[in-house]
């Protein structure tokens, strides 16, 4: 059964094919479309506002955790030794780089935004 579903599509796929394969694309006329015209405008989106609050708020609670990440991260670096827990202190030490790169990529977010949005 298997033998004889697997040969009906080897005969029946090429025909299909065919009907699915795209049509040639128009060649353009004129000059084309002006991308240079075209720039951002957060007035033209409806309650743009929002969104920039929204954004701000990540912000805000990104910055938060990932200076309480720091913050956890240097008290485990620092306690662990103190009780003989160097695993700890390894893992602290770890969580504070971490805890660094994350701070680093969440406070350039909205400069590497704005970059993005600017015109060239």
Known sequence: MLHQLAAALTVRVPAVAALLAPTPTPEPS???FDFSRISPDPSAVPRSDLFYKLANAALFLGVISAVAGLAAGAIAFGIGPIFGAHIISDRGK???WKAGLVA???GSAT???AFLLTEI
């Open 30 to 32: 004129g000059d084309g």
């Open 94 to 96: 770890s969580m504070m």
């Open 104 to 106: 680093i990529v969440v």
């Open 111 to 113: 400069s590497i935004i």
